[in-house]
């Protein structure tokens, strides 16, 4: 099983900072990487698919990056509805697929 | 607009089972594979179980294999889980999730429904 390993658990920063998160496979992924957010009480929502594009809808301000094992999310210019928790999944290994552990995103 | 929406969740003893359902709309079900994932209360996400859009091929995560069933009704635009000896570690949030890509499996999940929450206690 692909374990990925996603850091730091925490980050605290201010509206309109950048925030860049880090998810760490622990075997090749190759591109096959997504991102997920999720609110308190909702389901996650598709942010990122094949490391670097954008689902449908998501703003340009949500970028990723990354192929191999290491794999980065960044958002730039943090956006009052943008803290929260935000997962990484793998579908290197389809049918089994994997999540990262979540970094939370907050208000510091 | 798509919607996906859970049901069959709640309280079952070690041991029972619990069948839960997710009836969807606003999209071609038949074309889709359907997958559930779920949550265990303060915890990350866990991948259960995916379904082809005929239903004629079906996977789950190891630690379900053997015990969950999943399925589907494209007549009925409903997919399925039926949950057998169930165990403490089973209790979350079941989220039933659409693949990204019609007539593929893209392995990512681009809708999701809002959950069930299944607690397994005596």
């Known amino acids: 099983e692909i374990v990925l390993t996603q850091s730091p658990a925490t980050l605290s920063l201010s509206p309109g900072e950048r925030a860049t998160l880090s998810c760490r496979a622990s075997q090749s992924v190759t591109n096959y990487l997504a991102w997920y957010q999720q609110k308190p009480g909702q389901a996650p929502r598709l942010l990122i698919y094949?490391?670097?594009n954008r689902a449908t809808g998501i703003p340009a301000r949500f970028s990723g990056s990354g192929s191999g094992t290491d794999f980065s999310l960044t958002i730039t210019s943090l956006q009052p509805e943008d803290f929260a928790l935000y997962y990484c999944?793998?579908?290197?290994?389809?049918?089994?697929?994997?999540f990262g552990g979540g970094t939370r995103v907050e208000i510091k | 607009e798509v919607q996906l929406l859970e049901s069959g969740g709640g309280l079952v003893p070690p041991g029972g089972s619990l069948r839960l359902s997710c009836a969807v709309s606003g999209f071609t079900f038949s074309i889709y594979a359907m997958s559930w994932v779920r949550q265990a209360p303060g915890k990350g996400l866990e991948w259960v179980a995916v379904i082809s859009g005929s239903g004629g091929s079906t996977n789950f995560a190891d630690s379900v294999k053997g015990r969950f069933t999943i399925s589907r009704d494209n007549s009925k635009n409903s997919l399925f889980l039926q949950m057998n000896s169930l165990r403490a570690e089973d209790t979350a949030v079941y989220y039933c999730?659409?693949?990204?890509?019609?007539?593929?499996?893209?392995?990512?999940?681009?809708?999701w429904g809002q959950g069930t929450l299944v607690t397994v206690s005596s």
């Open positions: 999730a659409r693949d990204r890509w019609p007539g593929a499996n893209s392995g990512y999940f681009d809708y």
């Open positions: 999944q793998q579908r290197r290994t389809w049918p089994q697929l994997t």
């Open positions: 094949d490391a670097s």
